[in-house]
């Protein structure tokens, strides 16, 4: 816990208090709770209530009250009333999206009697701080991690050579892709949309959806190989997403903890199921077939609403979520149709359809402002907009190449590696030189270019 | 079983990748001959002191020196040269030759003008309105030579690595009803770093980095590193070299040339036109003047343009200067090098070995080049004098 907090104060020590505000909070409640019988309701549900005031009233003063003092002088404008809340500008402090969400699950989880309150305040308290996932997650659950950082493995060359390749994988798809896309990506959203075509606005939309991935699977990587050198396993953040071949399966590959925590915490109460296991893995694409019941369509929107807000406090993050629910509602309305026609059930199809509504989907979530995001939106739906393009071949080329590496390291995952690992030898040569390349590329262009961006949210 | 591979592969990996780092990140690389080719050499004009006339970037200390070293030498009024590559480097350039901007200097010394330059790499058009904005601001500009280059309409937008100064300062330009302006502005500021968390600086990020122990230690370790180790810095050249293997392989790949016709991107290619026309309509008066010119152009090898839509762009910028005749000059200077003064560069793509060079010119090519303008500016100002 000590190392935690040391890697945290090497950002902002002062910012240390407010973690362990919600940690502490949610320590002495679960105990409380789990002290109290479940007959008493009310004060089970009044300890709750003062777990979820303080930890989304830390939320909110830190991420969104800039957002809702802004929204709200605008209403007053609009109201004709003369009053204006002061807008505050306060530094986010890091990791407080990814704590917050596990030290909440933390003590839902003993609410709903999933799991025991642990008494012991450095292992609860290594559970919030752990540090390979604080930052940037895999958001995790208590039932899963606690039980391994009580146990303390030993040291053992399997979990570093583990650790250590998964860091490696990491650290090539930040610095080497992510860093490297990055300057193009900044480029195109520079750009007055205006003067986009609706060529350039897919390529951007394609770009920013590589660079993201390549950025946010990259801490991933590095978070689950960190923790797996000291021989405690977290659950997998990402598999292959722009390989899905449906929304519903998209948000079974991506963010993984993100949604799973979504689908347990938000929609399943929302469409009125009980929750019976609490998992980090999975995503929210199996809960959405969980319930037939109409509330369940509320509750799409409602969850990917909030799913869009906890990413930034902007309205486009917000259209971001409500995009995904509605692509999602029609894919669950045209399944009847899905069915009378097969074709239209194969992976192939589904992929070609959810890959370019996904990457459209991240033109909101990188836009300035959502008046520029529907100028970029309408380019696509626009066929003058298909006749020219404004930006260097080079952009074009460079997306497609990402696509194909994409593609390429899909097939290699999921076939040909398998295979080679039949004859040790080739295998044990080719990863040698798989290796030796990754090093030398990633020693090259290490550079303090840039943070995760999921740092930020 | 499996794992204990894993490792071993792993440390198969880090041993070989640091033998391959030892040998070839050592040694003296730079990546600047990569960019022009070995034939060909940068130069930048200086005075008999050594002080600067000429620079590539408006950063702090570049700039600084410049404008004190024209203070030092009597504050004249200036002849602002504008210009890429082709006004820094010298084809085959031996010892003692320099280029136009010097030999134009050393020609004005009994004038009451001095001339100075800042050429940029792959200039833009963008960019040379935005550095005639700057520095008009400390600098009486009377007059300014602008070489429209048909290359140079494909870039776009402003790259803050030559204005850092600009963007230390956070410079703006003024006229923002104008689109165009805006779109400069706007990529100005998106180089600041500032302490709000909107979304634009959000995804810079590195401002939330700002002045902690984290930043200070990378900071430190960088600078610790680029210190003591040769293999360290010259992970830059290397990055360089990577680049521009990729650029050779797509050009290989896709078949492209020197002499392949270079397609232009209409969006850009307005908007540099329309940054000309910004200067030109409204920025000369009789206290600054303006001098478009067409820049020398190897007249011995197919041309790297679609021909019409170079005779097009050349007929463009005349009648740009023809909107005000009488403060806006235009010249056109295509085919005054003749062919033996032209080179060749690095090849382009993986096939060959070198490539015919369009751009850049041998020492005598300068001197055609300073005379040629000499003529010009003798037309134009010295001969009203101030």
């Known amino acids: 816990m000590l190392a935690s907090c040391v890697f945290y104060g090497f950002w902002r020590w002062e910012y240390l208090s407010v973690m362990f505000i919600s940690a502490l909070t949610d320590y002495y409640t679960a105990i409380a709770i789990g002290n109290t019988p479940i007959e008493n309701k009310k004060k089970r549900n009044y300890l709750l209530a003062i777990t979820l005031i303080v930890n989304l009233g830390l939320l909110c003063y830190f991420k969104y009250l800039f957002f809702f003092s802004e929204n709200a002088n605008g209403f007053f404008n609009f109201l004709g009333i003369d009053y204006q809340l002061p807008l505050l500008r306060i530094l986010l402090p890091f990791g407080i999206s990814f704590y917050t969400f596990e030290t909440i699950s933390y003590t839902v989880d003993v609410y709903r009697g999933l799991i025991k309150p642990e008494k012991s305040f450095l292992n609860y308290g290594l559970f919030v701080t752990f540090f390979p996932k604080l930052v940037a997650g895999p958001i995790q659950r208590a039932a899963e991690l606690l039980p391994q950082l009580k146990e303390r493995p030993f040291f053992k060359l399997d979990y570093l ?22 300057p193009f990506v900044d480029e195109g959203f520079a750009l007055s949309p205006e003067t986009l075509s609706a060529i350039d606005v897919w390529m951007l939309a394609f770009m920013f959806g590589f660079q993201i991935y390549f950025d946010f699977s990259a801490y991933s990587h590095i978070a689950v190989g960190t923790a797996k050198m000291m ?3 977290i659950p997998e953040n990402f598999n292959f997403p722009y390989m899905a071949s449906s929304f519903k399966d998209f948000w079974k590959r991506w963010h993984i903890s993100l949604s799973s925590w979504i689908r347990d915490y938000l929609y399943l109460p929302l469409a009125g199921i009980k929750v019976s296991t609490t998992t980090g893995s999975g995503g929210i694409g199996e809960g959405l077939d969980t319930t037939d019941r109409s509330a369940k369509t509320k509750a799409l929107f409602l969850t990917w609403a909030i799913m869009g807000l906890w990413h930034g406090a902007n309205w486009t993050f917000v259209f971001w979520g409500l995009y995904h629910a509605l692509i999602i509602f029609l894919e669950r309305k045209l399944k009847p149709l899905r069915e009378a026609v097969p074709i239209l059930n194969t992976f192939w199809i589904g992929w070609a359809i959810t890959l370019p509504l996904a990457m459209l989907s991240w033109i909101p979530f990188r836009a300035d402002s959502l008046a520029n995001t529907f100028l970029m939106l309408e380019k696509v739906i626009s066929p003058e907009a298909y006749t020219f393009y404004t930006m260097r071949e080079n952009n074009y080329i460079i997306a497609a190449v990402m696509m194909i590496f994409i593609l390429l390291s899909y097939f290699a995952n999921h076939y040909l590696e398998p295979t080679l690992n039949k004859v040790p030898y080739l295998s044990f040569g080719i990863n040698c030189i798989k290796f030796t390349v990754i090093i030398i590329f990633v020693f090259t262009f290490l550079r303090p270019i840039s943070q995760f961006i999921y740092f930020q949210f | 079983m ?23 990140f050592s040694g003296d690389r730079k990546f600047e001959n990569l960019a022009l080719g070995t034939e060909t050499a940068t130069y930048n004009a200086v ?17 600084d020196v410049l404008v004190k070293a024209w203070q030092q030498r009597g504050s004249k009024p200036v002849i602002l040269f504008l210009g890429n590559s082709q006004t820094h480097s010298i084809n085959q350039q031996k010892s003692g030759e320099v280029n136009f901007i010097e030999l134009l200097n050393r020609k004005a010394e009994d004038t009451p003008y001095e001339i100075l330059c800042i050429s940029l790499p792959n200039a833009g058009l963008q960019e040379f309105y935005l550095i005639y904005e700057y520095w008009k601001n400390s600098l009486p500009l009377k007059l300014v030579v602008l070489p429209v280059f048909m290359d140079d309409l494909r870039e776009d937008g402003i790259r803050d690595v030559f204005f850092s100064k600009l963007v230390q300062e956070k410079f703006q330009l003024s006229d923002t009803s104008n689109a165009l302006v805006s779109k400069i502005n706007r990529e100005l500021r998106s180089y600041w770093s500032s302490n709000d968390n909107t979304k634009a600086n959000r995804d810079k990020s590195t401002f939330f980095m ?28 290397v990055r360089g070299e990577f680049f521009n293997w990729l650029y050779k392989l797509r050009n290989t790949l896709l078949g492209i040339k020197a002499n392949t016709v270079r397609k232009m991107i209409p969006q850009r290619f307005e908007d540099n036109m329309h940054a000309v026309e910004l200067l030109v309509k409204s920025r000369a008066t009789e206290q600054t003047k303006f001098i478009l010119y067409i820049p020398p152009i190897r007249g011995d090898a197919k041309l790297p343009y679609d021909l019409d839509g170079y005779t097009e762009f050349k007929e463009r910028v005349r009648k740009l200067s023809a909107f005000n005749s009488k403060y806006v000059f235009y010249r056109n200077y295509e085919g005054i090098i003749p062919p033996e003064l032209w080179g060749y560069k690095a090849a382009t793509n993986l096939q060959s070995e070198r490539e015919v060079d369009y751009m850049h010119f041998q020492y005598k090519g300068h001197q055609i080049l300073c005379d040629s303008v000499q003529v010009l500016l003798h037309q134009v100002i010295y001969k009203d004098g101030i």
């Open chain 1, 161 to 182: 050579a583990d650790g250590l390749k998964r860091i490696l994988y990491g650290l090539f798809l930040k610095v080497v892709l992510a860093d490297n896309i990055s």
């Open chain 1, 231 to 233: 021989g405690i396993s």
């Open chain 2, 2 to 24: 499996t794992l204990r591979k894993l490792f071993f592969e792993i440390l198969v990996g880090l041993v070989l990748s640091y033998f391959i780092i030892a040998i070839f």
């Open chain 2, 47 to 63: 005075d008999k002191a050594g002080m600067p006339f000429h620079i590539q970037r408006t950063n702090k200390d570049e700039y």
């Open chain 2, 210 to 237: 700002k002045e902690t122990f984290q930043e200070k230690s990378e900071k430190y370790l960088n600078h610790k590193l680029d210190s003591s180790s040769t293999t360290w810095v010259n992970r830059a050249n």
